[in-house]
């Protein structure tokens, strides 16, 4: 199979049973996003925009264009444990954003849209609790993953996973766990 990395609105158009027109129009109001080609000013659309397209709509995604996506998102501001995740992510084919703010981190869940995020409670405190509510009352972030690195003065950890976490990190910096948790919580995605 080759890779396919951009498609035409006719090709967008057959994927999805519809005139290229429709697709032309869901461009023109911004639904898809696209961009021109210089000269006649054809559309291209990049196949991981048209994914995700696909995906907001509820439509389904045909099989030689569903890659599963290794964007994740690390909320926090320890120099240990950036070092520590962005190297074990890396290691296991992640693409992985870092910041160390809430505001921030909003904007790049709608941004890069991950498929995990790993969320520093040393970082977000009680806060997290409001974050974990928040994503789990969107539907935009319905296919989110959220492994959860306690601080070490946290006695219940099982609130986390009743806040909404799918995994909790039992040693903050320890490779092996975080690298078979991400594992484990990518391939549960979708």
Known sequence: MSEI????????????GVNFRTVIRWIERGQLKAYKLPGRGDHR??????????????????NNLA???????????????TSVGCQTLENIGCETEVTGDSFSAGILLAHIKPVLLVID?????????????????????ANLRI????????????????????????????????????????????
């Open 45 to 62: 659309i990049c196949v991981e925009d048209f994914v995700g397209f696909l995906r907001d709509n509820a439509m389904p995604v045909p």
């Open 67 to 81: 890659v599963p996506s290794r964007k994740v998102l690390l909320l926090t501001t320890d120099s240990d444990l």
């Open 5 to 16: 990395h951009v498609l035409t609105t006719g090709e967008a158009a057959r994927y999805c």
């Open 147 to 190: 492994l959860v690195a306690p601080s070490g003065d946290d006695r219940d950890t099982t609130r986390w996973l009743d806040a909404g976490a799918d995994a909790l990190l039992s040693q903050r910096e320890e490779r092996g766990e975080l690298a078979a948790k991400a594992k484990l919580l990518l391939e549960a995605e979708g």
């Open 121 to 141: 409670a040393n970082l977000v405190g009680d806060g997290g609790f409001q974050i974990l509510d928040y994503l789990r009352s969107r539907s935009e972030y």
